[in-house]
């Protein structure tokens, strides 16, 4: 058997290329010295030795001399403005993503808002109901969810659920008009309540567009009154008088204070809107609401004083032949569904324009109309039926064409 050795006298490199050229173009030039390659043989083989080139830089792997030339360096330049596009790209792809994102959870946001002020409104109609058909005190059935709602502000700031607000002076003369329009506005709600079916009342209440519209313009400047939205009233008038026409339950107590009701409350939503647009003066919708519950007890606890008297005792409520556990129980649900669909309504109402907080509240009263039809198992005449339909149709008309109408400075 024959064997061979050979030994590296220096590291081996640039064996011939493949195509036998050392193209300059492709070869930096490098200092180079000789080196060689010896080969001994056993059994009478000759030996050779062949010149071969290395570089005095550290040695490279094999292929790269054999096979492909060493590339061309980019240009730097060029490396940069490309990072810089990618980068500018990226930056707008991620805006664009977080804006779009922003808007669908504003949108969620909005009508989590709207889906829960149905929810307590229906819940507070028939346990207020309830209550006002054993109890027909009005003024005392206010006054109590004035105090309730008091109660749940002063916890919430006593347990820094919100941050207990510094109120001057001007500030308290600038919110109470909007407390009394709160507090009037409820109380004629639930003396309206107290005398005709809740779904009258709310079909009466569907007429608060025509008011937001008056008060917007007086209150805020924004005309309304274009032919169009004049037209769209119109079957909302209508449908109410057909409908109260027909009304079973109609008498003219539970008529006249559920049209006080809508001149308060909306009187309400646009001077909240006027309060919460002057910056140096403005507090957040909680705060806001807050204070207004708390002035609404103290204008009305007097009031109920002086012409009801104190009538929630138990004793009373014995000596008038009620359950006190029932009443008593069924006046607090009623109270903290007051107090939270109404905090909502300030929600809402910051977020959007009164007259679409109108459209949304007479949206409402459809579903409260329906489940009050169907709980109390209200009877309604087909006349009736239609007289509401037109009215809500009305409404509906309305609210299209304010959306087609582009809003004004």
């Known amino acids: ?27 930096p030039s490098l200092p180079l010295k000789s080196s060689s390659i010896s080969f001994q043989s056993i059994n009478g083989v000759s030996a050779r030795r062949l010149p071969s080139i290395c570089c005095s830089s550290s040695p490279r792997k094999l292929g790269d001399w054999i096979s492909t ?46 889906g829960l002020w149905y929810l307590f409104n229906i819940y507070f109609n ?13 003024i005392t059935v206010t006054t109590v969810q004035f105090a309730v709602g008091s109660v749940l502000v002063f916890l919430m700031w006593t347990f820094n659920l919100h941050k207990r607000p510094k109120i001057s002076g001007a500030q308290l003369l600038a919110i109470l008009p909007l407390a009394m329009v709160h507090t009037l506005g409820n109380l004629f709600t639930n003396m309206s309540l107290g005398k005709v079916a809740v779904s009258f009342t709310h079909t009466i209440k569907a007429m608060e567009p025509f008011f937001s519209v ?39 107590a539970g008529f006249w204070s559920a049209m006080a009701s809508n001149l308060s409350n909306q009187s309400r939503n646009v001077l909240s809107k006027k309060f919460m647009v002057k910056k140096e003066e403005s507090l957040d919708n909680i705060t806001l609401f807050s204070v207004i519950t708390i002035m609404s007890f103290f204008l009305l606890a007097p009031v109920t004083f002086f012409t009801e008297g104190v009538r929630v005792t138990p004793s009373y409520l014995a000596s008038a032949g009620l359950n006190v556990k029932q009443v008593y129980t069924r006046s ?4 903290i569904c007051f ?35 169907l709980f109390f198992r209200t009877p309604v005449s087909p006349i009736n039926s239609i007289g509401t339909g037109v009215a809500l149709a009305g409404v509906f008309l309305y609210s299209q064409v304010k959306r087609l109408k582009p809003k004004t400075a």
């Open 69 to 114: 030339p060493a590339p061309v360096p980019e240009s730097d330049g060029f490396e940069v403005k490309a990072a810089e596009s990618a980068a500018g790209g990226g930056d707008e792809a991620a805006a664009a993503a977080a804006l779009a994102k922003t808007k669908l959870t504003e949108t969620i946001v909005l009508g989590s808002l709207f």
């Open 339 to 373: 107090h939270a669909y109404q905090q909502v309504s300030y929600m809402i109402l910051q977020r959007v324009s009164p007259v679409t907080h109108s459209v949304g509240n007479c949206v409402k009263r459809v579903v409260v109309i329906v489940t009050s039809v």
């Open 214 to 252: 008056v008060l917007s313009a007086m209150f805020l400047g924004e005309v309304h009154a274009t032919p169009w939205v004049v037209t769209s009233l119109l079957p909302i008038a209508g449908g109410v008088a057909l409908a109260s026409m027909t009304e079973a339950s109609f008498n003219w």
């Open 126 to 138: 028939i346990y207020n109901k309830q209550v006002l058909k054993v109890f027909p005190n009005p």
């Open 1 to 27: 058997m024959q064997s061979s050795s050979f030994n590296l006298t220096n590291s081996i490199s640039n064996l011939k290329p493949r195509n036998h050229r050392l193209n300059h173009g492709y070869l």
């Open 332 to 335: 607090l649900l009623a109270a």
